[in-house]
Nanobody
Framework: QVQLVESGGGLVQAGGSLRLSCAAS????????MGWFRQAPGKERVFVAL????????YYSHSMKGRFTISRDNAKNTVYLQMNSLKPEDTAVYYC????????????????WGQGTQVTVSS
């Protein structure tokens, strides 16, 4: 198994930036593709971004592309989500997740999840 712990959330004004981190422990981190998802109040959890095992490939939800950047450091067992030009509609709990699938944005294919970190963007 792999355990995931997110950090870096908080309150930020619209137009600001935040960098989320997700630290992994347990089985070999580089064996997993990693994804970020988010869930706003009263809404379903949605895909944000994903990164391949090596970090060589990334994929983003259309609404986040160009503003968010996912990266990983396999030596530190950590995946990051850099969020720029934040908007009030980005307010949500952000979750990182791990999958043994090669590359997928389907949440059902992620077996391991962190507890989430709250991001609040004020207008």
């Amino acid at each position: 198994q792999v355990q995931l712990v997110e950090s870096g959330g908080g309150l930020v004004q619209a137009g600001g930036s935040l960098r989320l981190s997700c630290a992994a422990s347990g089985r070999t981190f580089s064996s997993y593709a990693m994804g970020w998802f988010r869930q706003a109040p009263g809404k379903e959890r949605v895909f944000v971004a994903l990164i391949s095992r090596s970090g060589g490939s990334t994929y983003y939800s259309h609404s986040m592309k160009g503003r968010f950047t996912i990266s990983r450091d396999n030596a530190k067992n950590t995946v990051y989500l850099q969020m720029n030009s934040l908007k009030p509609e980005d307010t949500a709990v952000y979750y990182c997740a791990a999958t043994q699938r090669i590359f997928t944005d389907l949440s059902d294919e992620y077996a391991y999840w962190g507890q989430g970190t709250q991001v609040t963007v004020s207008s």
